[in-house]
Antibody, heavy 119, light 106 residues
Framework: EVQLQESGPGLVKPSQSLSLTCSVT????????WGWIRKFPGNKMEWMGY???????SYNPSLKSRISITRDTSKNQFFLQLNSVTTEDTATYYC?????????????WGPGTMVTVSS | DTVLTQSPALAVSPGERVTISCRAS??????MHWYQQKPGQQPTLLIY???NLESGVPARFSGSGSGTDFTLTIDPVEADDTATYYC?????????FGGGTKLELK
């Protein structure tokens, strides 16, 4: 079964970049689509973006100038970079597999990693 | 963006039937999906495309709706169903989530 695991720093200073890794086992990231979602304190959830099986990307317009999603197929990992973070980026970050057939939904999620933006 | 509105919280007794609603600010066809999130865990997929039960999910869960109004039903509710339930649409860009409905058992 596919499993996803997020990793990265739990604390980031304001104005710096947030970088997270999603390690995938049991399934190749050269198949399907793979996304990042975050959950803010207070429970609001936001889809951030995804990377496709071919490496193309799509981002939430609210983040488009600050976000980048990339991948390393040799390690079966994909990555999130969010630049110029503020305290409002404090959230739990999840990576997920996106079912694509041609309908889209998140069918497997990682356990999430909490990131706090604070000086 | 498509706004999805859910009631913030519900409290029911085990064995009862509960319906959780999700209203979209514009049509999302049937591209509405439901997730369950228990405290300290990641969300898990319950229902996709409005009414399709994800593999392994108990048949107590069902979904219905199209356009702008959707419902997740749990019948009968069990103690293990204590969780927050989110709807999510993938018809309009960007994909959006509802604010979540916290289900508590009396």
């Amino acid at each position: 079964e596919v499993q996803l695991q997020e990793s990265g720093p739990g604390l980031v200073k304001p104005s710096q970049s947030l970088s997270l890794t999603c390690s995938v086992t049991g399934y190749s990231i050269t198949s399907n689509y793979w996304g990042w979602i975050r959950k803010f304190p207070g429970n609001k959830m936001e889809w951030m973006g995804y990377i496709s099986y071919s490496g193309s990307t799509s981002y939430n317009p609210s983040l488009k100038s600050r976000i980048s999603i990339t991948r390393d197929t040799s390690k079966n990992q994909f990555f999130l970079q969010l630049n110029s973070v503020t305290t409002e980026d404090t959230a739990t970050y999840y990576c997920a597999r996106i079912f694509w057939g041609p309908y889209w939904y998140f069918d497997f999620w990682g356990p999430g990693t909490m990131v706090t933006v604070s000086s | 963006d498509t706004v999805l509105t859910q009631s913030p919280a519900l409290a029911v007794s085990p064995g009862e039937r509960v319906t959780i609603s999700c209203r979209a600010s514009e049509s999302v066809s049937t591209l509405m999906h439901w997730y369950q999130q228990k405290p300290g865990q990641q969300p898990t997929l319950l229902i996709y495309l409005a009414s399709n039960l994800e593999s392994g999910v108990p048949a107590r869960f069902s979904g219905s709706g199209s356009g702008t109004d959707f419902t997740l039903t749990i019948d009968p509710v069990e103690a293990d169903d204590t969780a927050t339930y989110y709807c999510q649409q993938s018809w309009n860009d960007p994909w959006t989530f509802g604010g979540g409905t916290k289900l508590e058992l009396k």
